[in-house]
């Protein structure tokens, strides 16, 4: 779906150009908001442009799904209405009742719900590894296993997975390789150029950048699986509203200098973290002793804005960094230009406490805005209690 024109060109002129083609009427550069439902037929059958019914397909979508599929190397890019909407509209695509995926042992909480209390009452089993140990990976297939799920970076632990290294596994396994490719943006990281089947994002995060807009995508190389997909986004009825689209296609133009200011700047904070006398451990793939380092540096353009730490005195210590933080704000969600912080265990993966998945109690999280770094850092030493 994506230009052929774009094609080509450099990452920053395609988030700019792929999609947004002048209105052919007035002939304005930005795509117009295509605020309506259902669109005059010339005769029976006869469509404009394919146009039908906006749950179907609208002009607005239509342009931020072919900037989609530029931006991530893919032939089909899909628009929902929130990133989980993206996920199980996936699941749904790729498995029926009695299938298996194999999840990772870090994730977003939501995801381990949507597995763990939403597709195991529909059937599908699930289990988990260490994705970034692909025998460990490989030993987790079972026979009715039609898909491997990664999070590289992972929410919240910032963990490294070689995605060349899995895509291997799943191409010798006869499976489809799914890679959430939210928290590196497709500026750092390009899945499908690494043997992925399917890249996901939640557009909420980096895509839209200013915290202003709920949004999923699928992006898909495989023209047939992208046919599925469409079907089932048009079925499940999930779909991202124009207003929502035009948002994040705005926000999209901005991808690549934003996220430059972001990977400054967390670098700039995960350094502080890791000399502060009260933090225990700093996860941030851009320090050289992080263990995915090398994979990080192989497969990344950069390593992104989040960085998570540990803190001495426990759950109670964090939740007090968390509070005292002025700058940061305490709010759920990442990947705006404003710095937020978090307490994982009690906030966004509240959900996986318990299982596998469950994260330290004393774990912090930062998302990592662009504002300046030393106010950043000022923040943090006084919110550690400096």
Request: aromatic share 6%; net charge negative; hydrophobic share 40%.
């Given at each position: 779906?994506?230009?052929?024109?774009?094609?080509?060109?450099?990452?920053?002129?395609?988030?700019?150009?792929?999609?947004?083609?002048?209105?052919?009427?007035?002939?304005?550069?930005?795509?117009?908001?295509?605020?309506?439902?259902?669109?005059?037929?010339?005769?029976?059958?006869?469509?404009?442009?394919?146009?039908?019914?906006?749950?179907?397909?609208?002009?607005?979508?239509?342009?931020?799904?072919?900037?989609?599929?530029?931006?991530?190397?893919?032939?089909?890019?899909?628009?929902?209405?929130?990133?989980?909407?993206?996920?199980?509209?996936?699941?749904?695509?790729?498995?029926?009742?009695?299938?298996?995926?194999?999840?990772?042992?870090?994730?977003?909480?939501?995801?381990?719900?949507?597995?763990?209390?939403?597709?195991?009452?529909?059937?599908?089993?699930?289990?988990?590894?260490?994705?970034?140990?692909?025998?460990?990976?490989?030993?987790?297939?079972?026979?009715?296993?039609?898909?491997?799920?990664?999070?590289?970076?992972?929410?919240?632990?910032?963990?490294?997975?070689?995605?060349?290294?899995?895509?291997?596994?799943?191409?010798?396994?006869?499976?489809?390789?799914?890679?959430?490719?939210?928290?590196?943006?497709?500026?750092?990281?390009q899945p499908l150029a690494l043997g992925a089947d399917v890249v996901v994002h939640s557009?909420?995060?980096?895509?839209?950048?200013?915290?202003?807009?709920?949004?999923?995508?699928?992006?898909?190389?495989?023209?047939?699986?992208?046919?599925?997909?469409?079907?089932?986004?048009?079925?499940?009825?999930?779909?991202?509203?124009?207003?929502?689209?035009?948002?994040?296609?705005?926000?999209?133009?901005?991808?690549?200098?934003?996220?430059?200011?972001?990977?400054?700047?967390?670098?700039?904070?995960?350094?502080?973290?890791?000399?502060?006398?009260?933090?225990?451990?700093?996860?941030?793939?851009?320090?050289?002793?992080?263990?995915?380092?090398?994979?990080?540096?192989?497969?990344?353009?950069?390593?992104?804005?989040?960085?998570?730490?540990?803190?001495?005195?426990?759950?109670?210590?964090?939740?007090?960094?968390?509070?005292?933080?002025?700058?940061?704000?305490?709010?759920?969600?990442?990947?705006?230009?404003?710095?937020?912080?978090?307490?994982?265990?009690?906030?966004?993966?509240?959900?996986?406490?318990?299982?596998?998945?469950?994260?330290?109690?004393?774990?912090?999280?930062?998302?990592?805005?662009?504002?300046?770094?030393?106010?950043?850092?000022?923040?943090?030493?006084?919110?550690?209690?400096?």
């Amino acid at each position: 779906m994506s230009d052929q024109h774009t094609t080509h060109q450099n990452f920053e002129t395609r988030a700019i150009h792929a999609g947004n083609t002048a209105d052919p009427l007035t002939g304005a550069v930005v795509p117009p908001i295509y605020q309506v439902s259902t669109y005059k037929q010339d005769g029976v059958g006869g469509l404009r442009g394919g146009y039908e019914y906006s749950r179907s397909a609208n002009p607005t979508r239509t342009a931020l799904e072919e900037n989609l599929a530029a931006l991530e190397g893919g032939r089909r890019g899909l628009a929902f209405a929130s990133g989980l909407a993206a996920e199980d509209c996936l699941l749904r695509a790729l498995l029926v009742p009695g299938d298996h995926v194999v999840i990772p042992n870090d994730a977003y909480g939501g995801t381990f719900r949507l597995f763990a209390k939403v597709a195991s009452r529909w059937g599908v089993e699930w289990s988990v590894a260490d994705t970034s140990d692909p025998a460990a990976v490989k030993a987790a297939i079972t026979d009715r296993t039609k898909a491997i799920w990664v999070e590289t970076p992972s929410n919240p632990l910032l963990g490294i997975t070689d995605i060349a290294a899995l895509a291997d596994v799943a191409r010798t396994s006869g499976v489809k390789l799914v890679v959430d490719n939210t928290f590196a943006s497709p500026y750092l990281q390009q899945p499908l150029a690494l043997g992925a089947d399917v890249v996901v994002h939640s557009l909420t995060k980096y895509m839209g950048g200013h915290s202003d807009v709920v949004g999923g995508a699928l992006v898909t190389a495989d023209a047939e699986l992208g046919e599925e997909l469409a079907y089932h986004q048009n079925a499940m009825g999930a779909v991202a509203g124009p207003f929502d689209s035009w948002i994040v296609l705005r926000g999209i133009k901005t991808l690549a200098v934003r996220m430059d200011r972001h990977g400054e700047n967390a670098a700039k904070v995960a350094e502080m973290l890791s000399r502060h006398p009260k933090v225990t451990h700093v996860l941030y793939p851009g320090l050289p002793e992080h263990p995915g380092h090398e994979v990080a540096a192989k497969q990344m353009r950069g390593y992104g804005g989040m960085v998570s730490f540990r803190v001495e005195g426990g759950e109670q210590a964090a939740v007090e960094v968390c509070n005292r933080a002025k700058l940061f704000t305490l709010g759920e969600s990442l990947g705006g230009v404003e710095s937020l912080i978090e307490h994982p265990g009690l906030m966004t993966h509240a959900s996986v406490a318990g299982s596998l998945l469950e994260v330290p109690a004393d774990l912090v999280r930062l998302s990592v805005g662009i504002e300046n770094a030393d106010d950043l850092l000022a923040d943090l030493r006084q919110a550690l209690g400096d």
